[in-house]
């Protein structure tokens, strides 16, 4: 099973900062990671796929990066509705599996 | 506008089956891959598996023994069982299309609530 790794588990940030989450995975994913959002009793967001494609209608200010283990969510500059948490997701072709990070709280400093 | 909701009892008894279906409105069940997510209190996401539209299956292996999914095309809606629940398979439940060729979860339903008690 490929685990995910995510990093810090709580950002404390104000708003206009720079927030950078981390996922890292125990083996190589290629270029399969995607980030979602989640806010209180909601569903998840997907923000980006394929490791930096924002989705449909999702702001500039995020942008994602990385290959192999190591990726980075970054957003730009925190707006008040970006306060929230952050799970990354790999999709494997070998085991066929899918699997999700712990998940990174940001919250206002 | 593709949409999904969840419906099923909210409340199951030990070692008893879980059963949950998903709507899904707006476009057709074909073509697709469909997943089953779950969340259980304050924790965090865990993929449960997912369906192709074709019947074909992958399941998450710490809960393989436990699953599964099927697809009604008549209906437009899948489905989950999971048999032999116990107090840790309480959780919100998410539905959601799985676009194969990004790795991702585009469409999700609301997301419903079991209790096993």
């Known amino acids: 099973e490929i685990v995910l790794t995510q990093s810090p588990a709580t950002l404390s940030l104000s708003p206009g900062e720079r927030a950078i989450l981390s996922c890292r995975a125990s083996q190589s994913v290629g270029r399969y990671l995607v980030w979602y959002q989640q806010k209180p009793g909601q569903a998840p967001r997907l923000l980006i796929y394929d490791t930096s494609n924002r989705a449909t209608g999702i702001p500039a200010r995020f942008s994602g990066s990385g290959s192999g283990t190591d990726f980075t969510l970054t957003i730009s500059s925190l707006e008040p509705e970006d306060f929230a948490v952050y799970y990354c997701q790999q999709r494997s072709s070998w085991p066929p599996e899918v699997t999700f990070g712990g998940g990174t709280k940001v919250e206002i400093k | 506008q593709l949409q999904l909701q969840e419906s099923g009892p909210g409340l199951v008894r030990p070692s008893e089956t879980l059963s949950l279906t998903c709507n899904v409105s707006?476009?057709?069940?074909?073509?697709?891959?469909w997943t089953w997510t779950r969340q259980p209190p304050g924790k965090g996401l865990q993929w449960i598996g997912y369906?192709?539209?074709?019947?074909?299956?992958n399941y998450n292996p710490s809960l393989k023994s436990r699953v599964t999914m099927s697809v009604d095309m008549s209906e437009n809606q899948f489905s989950l069982k999971l048999s032999s629940v116990t107090a840790a398979d309480t959780a919100v439940y998410f539905c959601a299309r799985y676009d194969f060729s990004s790795g991702g979860m585009d469409v999700w339903g609301h997301g419903t609530t079991v209790i096993v008690s």
């Open positions: 707006g476009r057709a069940i074909s073509s697709y891959y």
């Open positions: 369906i192709y539209f074709s019947g074909s299956t």
